[in-house]
């Protein structure tokens, strides 16, 4: 038995790329469809209403797609929108969040465990959830980093800014008995290096990693992987085209198949935010 029918991963941006680059790593046979709502994005700082709203239009759009399984690559999605959805739909899902959560537990050797994420992945205190459901133990400090995805989305990794604001915003975590920081957010991966810079102790924990895993598990369990040799890659986008183009480029490294602007959701929604 095999399944040709694609992988779906959905994300409010570009961030969930990091997700995609995992599947080519770990799956490279398996076809993969991405879209990102760079028109609404960022998530973050959303309402947890409109978050399940815009996540549904995208899970939507991926069933029509025809895909196989959908995995968020956003952690604000997953933990906002994951658990409500799955009641909706049928078709099997997985969120970061989780198997990020699993990975940091069994790092850990102080028993002090970092999180970076969105106001509102922070807010739902969906990480701290699940590490102490795993082990009771575990101190947790999450601290916001929503600038981190602007820094991202306007390819400044590299930029001055970039590095006083993770300075600022990591400062809890500097010279503390923290050893392992969980990158709850898929776009904070683009900026590893100057983690690491700031934070040369930390073990840097990328849930995306994890989460393909767990995918694969999945897909192996239920007699869904593919008998191709080769995958097709195609990444759809809500907004700004050009950028998102130029980034998924420079940040995959691989052959893409296609690359297009979609509509989803409300024209009215979309409509405003052309201008």
């Given at each position: 038995?095999?399944?040709?029918?694609?992988?779906?991963?959905?994300?409010?941006?570009?961030?969930?790329?990091?997700?995609?680059?995992?599947?080519?790593?770990?799956?490279?046979?398996?076809?993969?469809?991405?879209?990102?709502d760079e028109a609404r994005m960022p998530y973050g700082v959303k309402t947890h209403?409109?978050?399940?709203?815009?996540?549904?239009?995208?899970?939507?759009?991926?069933?029509?797609?025809?895909?196989?399984?959908?995995?968020?690559?956003?952690?604000?999605?997953?933990?906002?929108?994951?658990?409500?959805?799955?009641?909706?739909?049928?078709?099997?899902?997985?969120?970061?969040?989780?198997?990020?959560?699993?990975?940091?537990?069994?790092?850990?050797?102080?028993?002090?465990?970092?999180?970076?994420?969105?106001?509102?992945?922070?807010?739902?205190?969906?990480?701290?959830?699940?590490?102490?459901?795993?082990?009771?133990?575990?101190?947790?400090?999450?601290?916001?980093?929503?600038?981190?995805?602007?820094?991202?989305?306007?390819?400044?990794?590299?930029?001055?800014?970039?590095?006083?604001?993770?300075?600022?915003?990591?400062r809890p975590f500097k010279d503390s008995n923290y050893d392992t920081l969980i990158?709850?957010?898929?776009?904070?991966?683009?900026?590893?290096?100057?983690?690491?810079?700031?934070?040369?102790?930390?073990?840097?924990?990328?849930?995306?990693?994890?989460?393909?895993?767990?995918?694969?598990?999945?897909?192996?369990?239920?007699?869904?992987?593919?008998?191709?040799?080769?995958?097709?890659?195609?990444?759809?986008?809500?907004?700004?085209?050009?950028?998102?183009?130029?980034?998924?480029?420079?940040?995959?490294?691989?052959?893409?198949?296609?690359?297009?602007?979609?509509?989803?959701?409300?024209?009215?929604?979309?409509?405003?935010?052309?201008?």
């Amino acid at each position: 038995m095999s399944d040709q029918r694609p992988i779906g991963v959905l994300d409010s941006g570009l961030g969930g790329l990091t997700v995609v680059k995992e599947v080519i790593r770990q799956l490279p046979n398996e076809n993969v469809i991405f879209i990102g709502d760079e028109a609404r994005m960022p998530y973050g700082v959303k309402t947890h209403e409109q978050i399940i709203a815009y996540t549904r239009e995208m899970v939507q759009y991926l069933i029509d797609q025809n895909v196989k399984l959908i995995i968020y690559g956003c952690n604000t999605a997953t933990a906002n929108a994951l658990m409500e959805l799955r009641q909706e739909f049928t078709i099997p899902m997985l969120g970061v969040i989780k198997p990020g959560a699993r990975e940091a537990t069994k790092i850990t050797k102080t028993k002090h465990v970092g999180i970076i994420g969105t106001e509102a992945t922070i807010n739902s205190k969906s990480y701290s959830k699940t590490i102490s459901e795993m082990n009771p133990e575990i101190d947790v400090l999450g601290v916001p980093a929503q600038k981190f995805v602007a820094l991202v989305e306007a390819d400044k990794a590299d930029s001055q800014e970039a590095k006083d604001n993770i300075q600022e915003t990591l400062r809890p975590f500097k010279d503390s008995n923290y050893d392992t920081l969980i990158l709850g957010c898929t776009h904070f991966p683009m900026l590893k290096k100057q983690i690491n810079e700031f934070l040369p102790k930390m073990k840097l924990i990328d849930p995306a990693v994890s989460t393909v895993e767990t995918t694969k598990e999945y897909l192996i369990k239920n007699d869904l992987l593919t008998d191709q040799k080769h995958h097709v890659l195609r990444l759809h986008a809500t907004a700004d085209i050009e950028d998102f183009s130029k980034l998924a480029k420079q940040w995959l490294k691989t052959d893409i198949d296609e690359i297009s602007l979609v509509n989803i959701g409300g024209k009215d929604e979309r409509n405003n935010n052309r201008n």
